[in-house]
């Protein structure tokens, strides 16, 4: 499991440190389709294999259960955000519903965005267990950067990374058009993510860390597990690869992560209409200083009005 991803509180990690192109054409100018927002200039694009980042690691919902069992502080956080929200509260890469299943149980309705079928999957049959939790859950399966509801949301939420799955300008932009769309005129955003640390990003890349023994995703047999990491400077995203290795075989998945350093993520959402912004460096509303890990974002639309 990533280290860079899970931080400090990934049971299965086994490393001891706390880590978790093409070029594009320049826009020529001068016509409206040279001036869409959809290159680089001559910055490098991230590859396409980033995507695949975005899925792997969620292809087994049973071991990122259990990897993040122990991270509680953003559940209660985000549980005490929707007491008392009127309507359903909408989040975006719900998952397997870490944070989803105990809204439900304190009685908030939810509305979930996420392009994994297993994860929605999982989700679903944890609801099932319970009673009355199936029916106040809508499941939508979509890319959150397109999908369109609807329908707006007085709480609007995108906790643990969710955002680091963004790996570009247009990406981001797209994703937040979306929120815009889908929050009430007083409506609150609230998501968090993980602060880069220089120390994280400069790892050798040709170095597999960790080898200690954890249960595989899906055949719960003992296997050694490992990590490698890449940071890509030029597209920010800090690519991991975790390797399984069994008596009979090795897998490998990717999680890729786009990071955002937080001047910059203030930027992109002063620039993307967002007013309000209050940050916090931690789920008990710790100031963001030094030694925050987290940094978590609570801003409304600033599109509100003219809507
Ligand atoms: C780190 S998990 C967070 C899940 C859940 N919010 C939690 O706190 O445990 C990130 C989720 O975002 C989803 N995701 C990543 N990229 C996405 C995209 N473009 N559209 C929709 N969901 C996406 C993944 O499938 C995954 O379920």
Same mark, same amino acid.
Request: net charge positive.
């Given at each position: #499991?990533?280290?860079?991803?899970?931080?400090?509180?990934?049971?299965?990690?086994?490393?001891?440190?706390?880590?978790?192109?093409?070029?594009?054409?320049?826009?020529?100018?001068?016509?409206?389709?040279?001036?869409?927002?959809?290159?680089?200039?001559?910055?490098?694009?991230?590859?396409?294999?980033?995507?695949?980042?975005?899925?792997?690691?969620?292809?087994?919902?049973?071991?990122?259960? %259990?990897?993040?069992?122990?991270?509680?502080?953003?559940?209660?956080? &985000?549980?005490?955000?929707?007491?008392?929200?009127?309507?359903?509260?909408?989040?975006?890469?719900?998952?397997?519903?870490?944070?989803?299943?105990?809204?439900?149980?304190?009685?908030?309705?939810?509305?979930?965005?996420?392009?994994?079928?297993? #994860?929605?999957?999982?989700?679903?049959?944890?609801?099932?267990?319970?009673?009355?939790? +199936?029916?106040?859950?809508?499941?939508?399966?979509?890319?959150? %950067?397109?999908?369109?509801?609807?329908?707006?949301?007085?709480?609007?939420?995108?906790?643990?990374?969710?955002?680091?799955? +963004?790996?570009?300008?247009?990406?981001?932009?797209?994703?937040?058009?979306?929120?815009?769309?889908?929050?009430?005129?007083?409506?609150?955003?609230?998501?968090?993510?993980?602060?880069?640390?220089?120390?994280?990003?400069?790892?050798?890349?040709?170095?597999?860390?960790?080898?200690?023994?954890?249960?595989?995703?899906?055949?719960?047999?003992?296997?050694? &597990?490992?990590?490698?990491?890449?940071?890509?400077?030029?597209?920010?995203?800090?690519?991991?690869?975790?390797?399984?290795?069994?008596?009979?075989?090795?897998?490998?998945?990717?999680?890729?992560?786009?990071?955002?350093?937080?001047?910059? #993520?203030?930027?992109?959402?002063?620039?993307?209409?967002?007013?309000?912004?209050?940050?916090?460096?931690?789920?008990?509303?710790?100031?963001?200083?030094?030694?925050?890990?987290? +940094?978590?974002?609570?801003?409304?639309?600033?599109?509100?009005?003219?809507?």
């Amino acid at each position: #499991m990533a280290r860079r991803h899970p931080r400090n509180d990934d049971p299965l990690s086994a490393a001891s440190g706390r880590v978790s192109k093409s070029a594009a054409p320049r826009p020529t100018g001068g016509s409206s389709r040279a001036a869409r927002p959809r290159t680089f200039g001559n910055l490098p694009a991230p590859p396409k294999s980033v995507a695949d980042g975005a899925l792997e690691h969620y292809e087994h919902p049973a071991y990122y259960d %259990r990897a993040y069992a122990a991270r509680s502080a953003d559940v209660e956080f &985000y549980v005490e955000q929707a007491r008392g929200v009127r309507g359903p509260v909408l989040e975006y890469g719900v998952g397997s519903g870490r944070v989803a299943l105990p809204l439900l149980r304190a009685g908030v309705s939810v509305v979930g965005v996420d392009h994994s079928q297993p #994860m929605l999957d999982a989700l679903k049959r944890g609801a099932a267990r319970e009673d009355g939790l +199936l029916e106040r859950l809508r499941l939508v399966r979509g890319d959150m %950067r397109s999908k369109r509801l609807h329908q707006r949301f007085a709480l609007v939420i995108a906790p643990f990374n969710v955002v680091l799955h +963004l790996y570009t300008r247009r990406d981001i932009e797209r994703f937040f058009a979306r929120v815009h769309e889908h929050l009430t005129p007083r409506g609150r955003f609230v998501f968090d993510f993980s602060v880069p640390r220089c120390e994280d990003l400069a790892l050798d890349p040709e170095r597999w860390w960790g080898g200690s023994r954890v249960s595989h995703p899906r055949f719960g047999k003992r296997v050694k &597990y490992a990590e490698r990491f890449h940071y890509a400077r030029m597209t920010q995203v800090l690519t991991t690869w975790m390797r399984f290795t069994g008596d009979a075989a090795t897998e490998q998945a990717v999680l890729t992560h786009r990071q955002y350093y937080p001047a910059e #993520m203030d930027a992109l959402l002063h620039y993307n209409g967002f007013v309000d912004c209050r940050w916090a460096g931690g789920f008990e509303s710790e100031a963001p200083n030094q030694a925050a890990d987290t +940094l978590v974002v609570n801003c409304r639309s600033g599109r509100s009005r003219s809507r």
